[in-house]
Structure formats: C-alpha cells, structure tokens
C-alpha cells in the first residue's frame, strides 16, 4: 500500500480547499487535472516500476479445488495514464476522490503457479 510524502498531502488538502464542498459551485476543472497529474508524477518518481505481490492461497467456493501463486511481481507501474477528470464529491463529512487511470503495460508475474480442480 502506497504511503503518500508529507508534500502531496499538503497538495491535496490545498485541492480540497479550492474545490467547494457544495455541488453548485464549480471548480477549475484544468487546475483539479493538473493536480491529479502532479500526485500521479510524485508517487511515480518515489516509489519503483516494480512491486512484490503477497503469496496468493485459494479456494473455489462453487467447485472443489484451490489456486496458489507464490513470488509475484507487479510490473510497470509507470505505464499509468489518467484517462478522465478528476472529480471531488462531498457527502456530509467523507469526501470521495475519483480518478479514472489506465495501465498501458501493467504486467503480473508469479514464479510459481498451480491451479487444482475437481469436477462433479
């Protein structure tokens, strides 16, 4: 899980503030995209291309077998686009942040696989 730096917080509190919480008034749409732009940039200079995945151990729930995956990598991280406007919504005291983004290259890999499954 990504922990943000101390700056691209302060970057979006500054956010919150510009945008206000009442669905009549507007913000600036281009400011609030160049602000998801920069924590995209931030996060993507601080933390590496590459991230272990957690060892994965399953069971299907309708059919009788199990799927283990151990040693994972996920790839590529850098290959992240923002594919929309970022929006802000307010509800009472909770904010919603939603930005749409699309991985050109996002590749997971496991070392070791292995899927079992029993039929009826």
Known sequence: RFRLVPCIMLTLVFFMLL???????NCDQSLVNHVADFILNQLLNKYPDDIKLA??????????????????NLKKISSIKRTGDLVLQSHNRSVDVI????FLYLTVDYEEYK??????
């Not at 945008?19 to 008034?25: G, L, R, V």
């Not at 059919?63 to 151990?70: D, I, N």
């Not at 930005?99 to 699309?102: A, C, D, Q, R």
């Not at 899927?115 to 009826?120: I, L, S």
Request: with cysteine; glycine share 8%.
């Open 19 to 25: 945008c206000a919480p009442s669905q009549q008034q």
């Open 55 to 72: 060892n994965i151990s399953s069971s299907f729930l309708y059919s009788a077998g199990k799927a283990e995956a151990r040693y994972g």
């Open 99 to 102: 930005l749409h983004v699309t």
């Open 115 to 120: 899927v079992k499954v029993a039929g009826d």
